[in-house]
């Protein structure tokens, strides 16, 4: 079931993962997970992939086994102490503070709220549509992705048959040495499936759709695809060590790019694509897209002009106690937006 | 018993080393160059066996601005008045392209110079061991000192870590340029060149940093700063208000639908 318009629900996810990766401020992260965990619900309603997700969820909840951990062992300042290790053990020596079980917390927090985002995108998009986004040039690199993201559930499909098959054959699993007979099928499975999907793709003509071009005309791409990554290459170089006058290097950059651009045009023509079905656009598209923009353009503003409104560090001299700007926890809020304008049913 | 056993070991392997180290002090230096010219010495007293960079460069009273963010310990942004103001700024705000300039860790080998591999948390600093600081692109390393000179320099040593001394580490004019270059030989510290036991006249138990147990390290860091008025959570709460509001309306949707 299909959510959104792909394009508008890539434009919530690009906004919303912004908060978890430009800021580590607990309120804020907080309120994004309290955000987008009813969007997460509002997805899982109508789409059947969400168990799948669901899954990636709870096993995000044991990030903090780590990071709490990690932290707290590796960083030994702060002025509250927990309590001490020997200084002459290597990197765990020390003292172990307050502050950086905190901060641990902090990082579990943050790619738990990244998670969760990105699980309630997922389960909310199609993934076959996503990819037909992919430039027309790209297209071989499309089809090896598409394979690729089903692989996974084909793998899992296929080995919930098999066990349910050697269960009703009274094979019972107990140790790894049983594994043998789901192992050797699934195996087996596995490469037919490969050749069968090969055969499919050569008799639906993969590969054979791009118009042919002259030489003179394939030796042109590719001194411009070269003339092109040089140029980017020259200025990269020109913007780092020259920077009296990096104007140059930015202009040599933008023209790099450019020349790349227009190539990659050119290549896109050769490929004759058809679509079957046009995804629809409908008005909370428009709504979800505009308030994305908003709400990622609100972010980056911030962090461009006062990054210190997203800065917390529990360290000294900072106050282990964040502090809040209400203007920026409302603009989190905007993370929601998807499940007030969701179609339920 | 295999529990108590393990415990009664865990607790000497604890106790031990912290017990051995009681009463012995030892001596890093510190040395700090400006972009100005300006070159900053301290002596830091010390009890324990070693203590890290950041703890030396903590307790050299200059303020100091870290950045722990990166969660694999501190980054070095400002010492005085030089770097950058994090976070209102990047900590590398100096080294986003060429040249790159950012406080460079250096630590004294052998006599010379080298560029330090660890960062100042991971370092570990013995009796003797000195420390350097220079802003810069990392091509040039501070004057090279040894420890004696250092601690010789200073009008008064850092008696005790956990209270404010009364001197401000002096500042000494940088060296002439033969002196600097990071190759020359340095005699290494030695025992008896070491700074007299009459400046320790603190009893050893005031500078014991404690290992196991007790107060921080950084608690010579600036007094921390307030913590935000009520009013900020005053407004959190409405602003949680707000969700809440949000998530029970798609609640009634999802429900409704």
């Not at chain 1, 005309?217 to 290459?233: D, G, N, R």
């Not at chain 2, 040249?99 to 570990?124: E, F, H």
């Not at chain 2, 006249?201 to 010579?220: L, N, Q, Y």
């Amino acid at each position: 079931m299909i959510v959104f318009h792909v394009i508008a629900w890539v434009s919530w996810l690009a906004a919303s993962a912004m908060i978890p990766l430009l800021t580590q401020h607990p309120l804020y992260l907080l309120l994004t997970v309290g955000a987008a965990w009813p969007v997460y619900q509002t997805v899982r309603q109508v789409s059947p992939e969400a168990a799948m997700w669901g899954s990636l969820i709870k096993l995000a909840g044991f990030v903090w086994l780590f990071t709490v951990p990690f932290s707290a062992l590796s960083v030994h300042v702060g002025r509250i102490v927990l309590f001490g290790l020997p200084i002459h053990w290597p990197i765990v020596g020390g003292i172990v503070t307050l502050e950086a079980v905190i901060q641990g917390l902090i990082a579990g927090l943050k790619l738990f709220t990244l998670l969760l985002i990105f699980a309630t995108f997922n389960s909310g998009v199609d993934h076959y549509r996503l990819l037909r986004l992919t430039p027309a040039f790209l297209y071989h690199l499309g089809v090896i992705i598409s394979i690729a993201v089903t692989f996974v559930p084909q793998m899992m499909a296929a080995g919930r048959e098999i066990r349910e098959a050697q269960t009703i054959r009274g094979h019972r699993f107990r140790g790894l040495r049983d594994l043998l007979p789901l192992f050797v099928p699934l195996l087996t499975g596995g490469l037919e499936r490969a050749v069968g999907l090969a055969e499919s793709m050569e008799a639906r003509g993969f590969g054979g759709n791009v118009r042919s071009i002259s030489d003179s005309e394939e030796l042109l791409t590719k001194f411009s695809t070269l003339a092109a990554l040089l140029l980017a290459l020259a200025g990269v170089f020109w913007y780092s060590y020259f920077s009296a006058t990096r104007e140059i290097g930015l202009a040599l950059m933008g023209l790099g790019t450019a020349l790349l651009v227009g190539v990659f045009w050119r290549l896109g023509r050769r490929v004759e694509r058809t679509r079957y079905r046009r995804g629809v656009w409908r008005r909370r598209d428009t709504a979800l897209a505009l308030i994305s923009l908003t709400l990622g353009g609100g972010v980056l503003a911030v962090w461009l002009a006062h990054p210190a409104l997203l800065h917390y560090s529990p360290y000294p001299p900072h106050s282990l106690w964040p502090d809040f700007n209400v203007g920026l926890g409302l603009l989190t809020l905007l993370v929601a937006t998807p499940a007030l304008l969701a179609e339920t049913r | 018993m295999r529990k108590k056993l393990f415990l009664i070991t865990l607790i000497a392997l604890v106790l031990i080393p912290a017990m051995g180290q009681a009463q012995k002090l030892n001596h890093a230096g510190l040395v700090i160059q400006f972009p100005d010219g300006q070159l900053e010495t301290v002596c830091v007293e010390f009890s324990a066996d070693e203590i890290s960079g950041v703890d030396l460069l903590s307790r050299s009273e200059l303020p100091v601005t870290f950045d722990y963010s990166s969660g694999l310990g501190a980054t070095v942004c400002k010492i005085g008045e030089t770097g950058c103001n994090y976070p209102g700024e990047n900590c590398f705000c100096r080294c986003q392209g060429s040249p790159c300039i950012y406080w460079n860790y250096w630590m004294l080998k052998d006599g010379q110079w080298v560029y330090s591999p660890l960062g100042a948390g991971n370092r570990r600093l013995g009796d003797g061991d000195v420390d350097g600081w220079f802003w810069g692109d990392g091509q040039q390393s501070p004057p090279l000192l040894s420890l004696d000179e250092i601690c010789q320099t200073e009008t008064e040593l850092f008696t005790s870590p956990l209270e404010t001394p009364t001197a401000q580490p002096t500042a000494t004019p940088p060296p002439s340029p033969t002196a600097t270059g990071p190759v020359s030989p340095l005699p290494l510290p030695t025992a008896t060149a070491r700074p007299p036991a009459a400046t320790t006249d603190t009893p050893a138990a005031k500078v014991f940093i404690p290992v196991t147990s007790g107060e921080s390290p950084a608690s010579k860091t600036p007094p921390a700063n307030p913590p935000p008025s009520s009013d900020s959570y005053v407004g959190f709460a409405g602003v949680l208000a707000a969700l809440g509001l949000i998530a029970l309306t798609a609640w009634r949707r999802r429900k409704g639908a």
